[in-house]
């Protein structure tokens, strides 16, 4: 079914927003949440990593979510992307530190 969409508005990148997506953004922006996030940030797995990192426990999100067990809650539970990009940060740092120490001998 297509999404109808009410009078066109973009998003600065030349694409199309639905009036779901604009709502979800003001919403977002007048929460005073990440201006980064979007409507897909909320769904399973978007708003259980969100949720996640902001602090609640794995009961909590169990309950939120309604997932019985562990196992079935890590489908949809993935890795902080800043802890990522810190981690990653902190390996191209290292490498060019032994790269410089290999090339000083």
């Known amino acids: 079914m297509p999404v109808e969409l009410s009078r066109a508005a973009s998003n600065g990148k ?35 990593t969100e949720a996640s990192t902001s602090g609640l426990t794995e009961t909590q999100l169990m309950q939120k979510g309604q997932w019985s067990s562990t196992v079935a809650m890590a489908h949809y539970l993935h890795d902080d992307d800043e802890a990522k990009q810190d981690a990653q940060m902190k390996r191209i740092k290292r490498r060019a530190k032994l790269a410089k120490q290999a090339t000083a001998k």
């Not at 927003?17 to 769904?43: C, N, Y």
Request: aromatic share 6%.
């Open 14 to 48: 030349g694409e199309i927003l639905t009036q779901v997506q604009r709502i979800s953004k003001k919403v977002i922006l007048a929460a005073g949440l990440r201006s980064e996030l979007t409507f897909t940030s909320f769904g399973r797995h978007g708003g259980t």
